[in-house]
């Protein structure tokens, strides 16, 4: 029983490595064609600005807007990044809670489960997922 069992966990491992790695793969590709696309498209506006103006004044015109775009999103990141530092600091202060007093009654822990409580439990999971039938 606990054989098949272990059969069925690293089944569902493969699985969810299998999934990982293909959205991994996905991810990647998606990126580079994204990448692509926008370098494609800063060649297309440069192309354009040079004939309006000068190639160069094209070039200068291309960077200037990429560094104001690049140092906004930086700005943003940098606030979510510091607002989040703040919150954890004042939610897990560590010598604020080691003055304060417990609040509330102190609750027992649960007693941990028993040998035969948690084969039981497996089992049956065994049982339902043989006969619901299994997808991999």
């Known amino acids: 029983m606990l054989k098949l069992l272990a059969g069925f966990v690293g089944a569902e491992v493969n699985l ?7 959205t991994a ?3 990647l590709l998606g990126a580079l064609l994204f990448g692509g ?3 494609a498209l800063m060649v297309a506006l440069f192309i354009a600005l040079a004939e309006a ?3 160069v004044v094209a070039a200068l015109l291309i960077a200037a807007l990429s560094f104001v775009v690049g ?4 700005i943003v990141a940098y606030a979510r990044l510091r607002t989040r530092s703040r ?3 004042s939610s897990f202060d560590l010598r604020a809670a080691a003055i304060r007093a417990p609040v509330g009654p102190a609750v027992p822990p649960a007693p941990p ?7 039981g439990i497996a089992a049956i999971a065994a049982i339902t997922g043989l ?3 299994r997808r991999i």
């Open 16 to 22: 969810a490595l299998r999934r990982a790695a293909t």
């Open 71 to 74: 140092l906004l999103l930086l």
């Open 53 to 55: 103006y000068d190639p």
């Open 131 to 133: 006969i619901l039938g």
């Open 113 to 119: 489960l028993a040998a035969q409580t948690v084969l």
């Open 87 to 89: 919150r954890a600091a």
């Open 25 to 27: 793969l996905l991810l």
């Open 37 to 39: 696309a926008l370098v």
